[in-house]
């Protein structure tokens, strides 16, 4: 739709798109403070993200009302680059470069999540409504990450950091990867993968085998060795998936801030991977080793992306259905298999146990089959489409036999597909090899030396935050929220407006204190 550029009667500038007038022709700028009005509820504003703002005159009116306030523009047409009255805020239009999910989630965090308001300027919603539909999509999909992102560090960062302190002294033997161009074959814990294991077996030595933890069991039950496990779950009932490696020789890929169980971390080779969260960078350099890889939401995910870095063939993923087939979310047997049938009985058997388990977490149906799907599964599915569109995953990724649930930047394949990918790659070769640690007295020093600095860090940046400046290290930033996320994001959201946030600080600052000195207590205290 063409734009035309004119002059309201107040000397601002105005613009059309085709008949559609996009701004007032009288006065804009009065315009853009009566729709803030009546458009914002009270209460500050900490981000204020325009959904097609045309020449945005709402930038200015924002200023103006809510001083401080952070502004993000999504254009709805390219033609308006550079016409905007207000340069500056960070913007995205249709067609450029960057995609817009990557450009979100460059430009929002959790820090601000609770005072972020939505404006959409509805002129410029019924010029394009296609774009304004796409645009809204995609903004939704990704605040629902960064909150589904807040409630997991909220709940899991102090648990995380103990998994990484803890286990940067129990590993005892670790490997570094040897890339080659072999296939790789993911096997996700989906049901689909259960159709696939006998044809997994008889072909097992033309390719390289990565599991997800979860798929494990199901590997284990068909008589199929994975060349590497990976593992990237630091709870607590991540260890059932686990039990299969206390009798085998498989070698175990996983974060520091995963592998919950002692014995595991000290008989089993480990290859590290380092997806920096705090303290994960700093002790993977002390350790000498670690795979560098993007964090992610799921072991699937994080699997994919090690697939990507152990090779330069074709990857291919077993299970991945990010759906429910029937009452089953997982291929059987599965670790949990043994939890849920601790309460079967005759009148209650596992596949009704299933069912009410399933069924409600799962409520919508995909097409008229028994596949099911929910809102959380969509959103892990369409963020894993974005991902597999970029490199390194861009055309090097297919599926086998999957659900109905589409998933852009993967090719779909059958038996016969996999075996003729397969037979026209090379012969898997070696892609491991052992590396030497610190001894573990070496190793109980330095982690002294880390904790006593991470107090003096945690100190002066909550300082800082009660003198009312956000810290400027990237590294004591992901440490105050992985600590303590809610005083970290309230004491944020107070300078953001212009608030103390000394009250806020000096709780987050007592909070660092007590859980780094009891975390030294707890691992260390018995060595002195």
């Not at 022709?25 to 504003?45: H, N």
């Not at 080659?180 to 993911?186: A, F, H, K, L």
């Not at 949990?336 to 058997?349: I, K, M, T, Y």
């Not at 038996?415 to 898997?428: F, M, Q, R, W, Y």
Request: with cysteine.
């Amino acid at each position: 739709m063409d734009l035309v550029f004119e002059t309201s009667r107040t000397g601002d500038p105005s613009c059309r798109a085709g008949r559609i007038r996009l701004h007032s022709a009288y006065d804009p700028r009065k315009e853009a403070l009566r729709f803030l009005e009546a458009s914002l509820p009270p209460g500050p504003v900490n981000t204020a993200i325009l959904l097609g703002p045309g020449l945005d005159y709402l930038s200015e009116a924002l200023s103006q009302a809510h001083p401080g306030c952070r502004v993000l523009r999504l254009q709805y047409a390219s033609g308006l680059a550079g016409h905007e009255t207000v340069q500056g805020p960070p913007t995205w239009y249709p067609g450029q470069a960057e995609p817009l999910g990557a450009f979100l989630s460059r430009n929002l965090d959790e820090d601000g999540l609770g005072g972020i308001r939505i404006l959409e300027w509805e002129a410029s919603a019924t010029a394009w409504p296609e774009e304004a539909a796409r645009v809204r999509t995609e903004l939704k999909s990704a605040l629902d990450i960064l909150a589904s992102s807040a409630a997991t560090l909220k709940t899991y960062g102090p648990a995380w950091i103990s998994n990484t302190c803890r286990n940067f002294l129990l590993l005892e033997r670790v490997l570094q990867p040897r890339p080659e161009p072999s296939p790789i074959v993911v096997a996700a814990a989906g049901p689909s993968l259960e159709s696939a294991l006998d044809f997994l077996k008889a072909r097992r030595k033309g390719f390289r085998l990565l599991a997800v933890s979860s798929s494990l069991a199901a590997l284990e039950a068909a008589g199929i060795e994975p060349d590497l496990v990976v593992a990237s779950d630091g709870g607590f009932w991540s260890r059932y998936h686990l039990y299969p490696l206390a009798a085998r020789t498989a070698c175990l890929a996983s974060p520091l801030s995963s592998l919950p169980s002692a014995c595991l971390a000290s008989s089993l080779q480990v290859l590290p991977l380092v997806q920096e969260g705090f303290p994960e960078l700093e002790l993977a350099a002390l350790l000498g080793s670690g795979l560098a890889l993007p964090s992610h939401g799921t072991v699937s995910g994080t699997a994919i992306h090690l697939a990507a870095a152990l090779g330069t063939g074709p990857i291919i993923m077993v299970g991945l259905d990010l759906a429910v087939l029937d009452c089953r979310a997982h291929v059987r047997p599965h670790g949990f298999d043994a939890l849920l049938g601790g309460s079967e009985g005759r009148l209650r058997p596992m596949e009704g146990i299933l069912l009410g388990r399933e069924r409600p977490s799962a409520p919508e149906r995909l097409g008229e089959g028994p596949w099911r799907t929910s809102r959380s599964l969509a959103l892990y599915a369409r963020a894993l489409s974005a991902e597999a569109q970029r490199p390194p995953l861009a055309g090097r990724l297919w599926r086998l036999n999957p659900s109905p649930l589409a998933l852009e930047g993967f090719r779909d394949l059958d038996l016969a597909g996999l075996d003729a990918l397969i037979g026209s790659c090379s012969t898997p070769g070696p892609f491991l090899t052992a590396l030497s640690l610190p001894a573990r007295p070496v190793r109980e020093e330095l982690l002294r030396d880390c904790l006593e600095s991470w107090k003096a860090r945690a100190a002066a940046a909550a300082g800082e935050l009660v003198q009312g400046k956000k810290p400027d290290s990237p590294r004591d930033k992901e440490m105050l929220k992985a600590i303590d996320l809610p005083d970290w994001a309230a004491a944020c959201r107070a300078l953001d407006v212009g608030r103390d946030a000394s009250e806020s600080a000096r709780a987050l600052g007592l909070a660092c204190e007590k859980f780094l000195n009891n975390l030294g207590r707890r691992l260390l205290s018995w060595t002195t």
